[in-house]
Structure formats: structure tokens, C-alpha cells
């Protein structure tokens, strides 16, 4: 079946460090991919999604690249702040018309220390 | 504010009790879905409706059942609760071409 796989966490970052929070995911036909963000005591937020393959995610200074051939979307940003900590999840589902079940990775936990 | 309604926020169950979990959506919304949340496993699938009137098992619908009671409404009841299912519950829900848009959870401890 479906599944993604994270990198484990935690990660503590220095403020202002480059961020990477590695994704995988196996699928069947072309999935839709999402970073959803929990921030403390909060549901989870839709981060970033892209929809079909080379499409970049991008929104809070975070990006994601739906990336076919490695089968991976991964985290980027560019100088994290203390208000990024937060536990970062990677998420698959069905094309957005249909269905879109949402199958979640183990979560990522950041800290970003001042 | 417009989005996803839970209650409880929080709540303590003996072993063998039964218990309601309400959620809520004002957004119009079609599908609705119920989540549980434990340490180092994600999110999982208990149910999901995709439209008013239907209701669909999804990765772990064991111990749990559901009703949907009208578009707004999506209720998750445990009949007897285990202490395997502490948990952190979340609901959501999304229209055709949107994401899934998600509750603040219900935090439920059972002894």
C-alpha cells in the first residue's frame, strides 16, 4: 500500500540555519503531496501541496519539489527562525478530484534555538 | 472563525466507558474524516465520509464507529473504550479541490 517515510527527528537548528527535511514516498499512480505543520497544542495546518510531478510547493519561505524519479518531496528553507519549531508532517493522497485520503509520514520535530 | 469544531478538548475515560467525540465543519465541505494521532506513527485513518449519507472504514477502524449526521456533523463514539486507544483525535475536512482542513484534536486518556 501507500506510505511515506520521514527523516527522524528531532532536529535542532540555530536560528537562521539552512532547513532539509527529507520525504519519500511510495505510491501507486500520481499521487498529490503535502507538508502539513503542528505547531504546539494546535491540529495541523497545510504547509505547502503539490499536484503532479516537478511542481514546486512554496508558502512561509518553506519549498517542496514533487520529485517522480526519486519518489521524494523534501523540505527546504532557507533561514529558520524560532517560531518554525513545530512538528512537520509529510503527507500523500489521491488526485485532488478524487477521494484524497491522506496517508501521513511519522512527523518531523523541530526546534530552532534563538 | 469559519473551520473545524472538536469537542471535547480533553477528556478522561475509565476502561469500558463509552464516549462521543463531536466535530463540526462550517465551511460546506463534502468529505469529512476522523484521525487518531500517537507518538512516532503519524497520523492514521479510523473513518471518513465522503458525502452526506456515506461512511468508509479506513487503516484503523477497529473499536471505533461513526455517524454522519448531517453535512456539518461527523461524530466518532468508542462503545467501550481500551486504554490501547489514547490517543490524540483529530477531524477534518475538505471540498473537491482543496485540501483537508483540520480541527485543534481531542486529547483522550483512558485508564
Known amino acids: 500500500g501507500d506510505s511515506v517515510t520521514q527523516m527522524e527527528g528531532p532536529v535542532t537548528l540555530s536560528e537562521e540555519a539552512f532547513l532539509t527535511i527529507n520525504c519519500t514516498y511510495t505510491?501507486?499512480?500520481?499521487?498529490?503531496l503535502f507538508w502539513y505543520v503542528q505547531y504546539p497544542g494546535e491540529g495541523l495546518q497545510l504547509l505547502l501541496k503539490a499536484t503532479k510531478a516537478d511542481d514546486k510547493g512554496s508558502n512561509k519561505g518553506f519549498e517542496a519539489t514533487y520529485r517522480k524519479e526519486t519518489t521524494s518531496f523534501h523540505l527546504e528553507k532557507g533561514s529558520v527562525q524560532v517560531s518554525d519549531s513545530a512538528v512537520y508532517f509529510c503527507a500523500l493522497g489521491g488526485p485532488m478530484e478524487y477521494g484524497n485520503k491522506l496517508v501521513f509520514g511519522a512527523g518531523t520535530i523541530l526546534r530552532v534555538k534563538s | 472563525n469559519a473551520g473545524v469544531t472538536q469537542t471535547p478538548k480533553f477528556q478522561v475515560l475509565k476502561t469500558g466507558q463509552s464516549m462521543t467525540l463531536q466535530c463540526a465543519q462550517d465551511m460546506n465541505h463534502n468529505s469529512m474524516y476522523w484521525y487518531r494521532q500517537d507518538p512516532g506513527m503519524g497520523l492514521r485513518l479510523i473513518y471518513y465520509s465522503a458525502s452526506e449519507g456515506t461512511t468508509d472504514k479506513g487503516e484503523v477502524p477497529n473499536g471505533y464507529n461513526v455517524s454522519r449526521l448531517n453535512k456539518r456533523e461527523f461524530s466518532l463514539r468508542l462503545e467501550s473504550a481500551a486504554p490501547s486507544q489514547t490517543s490524540v483525535y483529530f477531524c477534518?475536512?475538505?471540498?473537491?479541490?482543496?485540501?483537508?482542513?483540520f480541527g485543534d484534536g481531542t486529547r483522550l486518556s483512558i485508564l
Open positions: 505510491a501507486t499512480g500520481y499521487p498529490s
Open positions: 477534518a475536512s475538505r471540498t473537491a479541490t482543496q485540501p483537508q482542513h
